[in-house]
């Protein structure tokens, strides 16, 4: 099963709106996917910076522990930004490896789940409305957010396994269906120096697209070329610093619908996710075609 949706705004007077809209997509998708839940939004970059989400597996911990173990190892100004479990580290681009590698080499159990200048990810155990009221989702603003839930069919109902995952700096993606081939690529990926750190299939998927664009290719490029390198069925949903990406599989199984006005493209595996947005009457409503690309960017 599992749930995606995605908005990319064309219209920036929404941008306020984004988390609000994205909500009500996600909490529709919940009974395709009960057990956890993510979102990744793309705000507006700061020159020079570079933002890192890291994330506990406890509500309760103390963040200011990893900000005062950053500032006595690395001389440098860092904003921190708790919500809930997760925490948002403002840092100069170039300290953003050396804060990496402290909070990686450190003892607190924290993961790092995305970086980049503009994204931010959020994902927990638990219902998508949980998930959303927890991380208060209605009140984020960007220029465009992927979302998922998840039905744990593979593997575990853990955070680490929920999606989105994202491999390289504002990079993401979230997949509903599977791949069969996702051992022997991962194997193959971390020797080629990517960093895969959980057994879930999306997560290979995410470094495939990142080892492609790594080595040249553009996001269409990299969407295409998974159509052969990838066995399974799946449908893809991939967020980058400037836009949004949709693949799915040559048999397309998996079901999806876009939606495109004036103002904005939505995505969601069901049209009852999309219900809700504005001017949803007036715009074009159609089913991705299998083996096809298609993208948006600012």
Known sequence: MCGIVGLFLKDQALKERLGNLLEGMLISMTDRGPDSAGIAVYGKPKSGRIKITVQSDSSDFDFKTL??????????????QRNDSHAVLTVNASKSDAVRNVILNSSM?????????????????GEPRQVASRFHLSEMCGSHAVGHTRMATESAVTTEGAHPFSTGKD???????SLSNHNSL????????LRIES??????????LTWKMQNGDSLDEALANSLRDLDGFFTFVVGTKNGFGVVRDPIACKPAVLAETDQYV???SEYRALVHLPEIETAEVWEPEPATVYFWNH
């Open 109 to 125: 159990n924290l993961r790092v789940i995305s970086e980049g200048e503009s994204i931010e990810i959020y994902k927990a155990v």
């Open 186 to 193: 991962r194997r193959r990926l971390i020797r080629k120096g």
């Open 266 to 268: 939505a995505f969601g």
């Open 67 to 80: 900000k005062d173990e950053l500032l006595k190892k690395i001389d440098e100004s860092i904003i921190l």
């Open 199 to 208: 057994m879930n299939d999306t997560e290979v998927g995410a470094a495939y």
């Open 171 to 177: 990079q993401c993606l979230v997949h509903n269906g």
